[in-house]
């Protein structure tokens, strides 16, 4: 569901479910991440990044270097000239 929020840049859609998926105590993971950050980066949403990076940090889930890379790669393209 997240990644076809993603494709159709429905960033806000996304959140909710992935934040219903940790409501019913649902495992989010990397990939789940990854998705949320690359919806809001596509929305140019970036202080929802951040929270979604601050969300990250503070869990056990543990990411791949590409990952990163491909976060820090959205981060980038988002800019800073929308808010959340």
């Known amino acids: 569901c997240a990644s ?12 909710v479910l992935v934040g ?4 019913a105590h649902l495992q989010t993971d ?8 690359d919806a809001c980066g596509r929305a140019r949403k970036w202080r929802s990044m951040l929270h979604i990076l601050y969300d990250l940090q503070a869990s056990e889930i543990q990411m791949d270097l590409i990952s990163w890379l491909s976060m820090i790669q959205t981060s980038r393209n988002a800019g800073t000239s929308s808010g959340a």
Do not use: H, N, P
């Open 30 to 37: 990397a990939i789940t991440y990854s998705i949320l950050v």
């Open 20 to 23: 219903e998926m940790c409501a």
């Open 4 to 15: 076809a929020c993603q494709k159709g840049q429905e960033w806000e859609l996304a959140l």
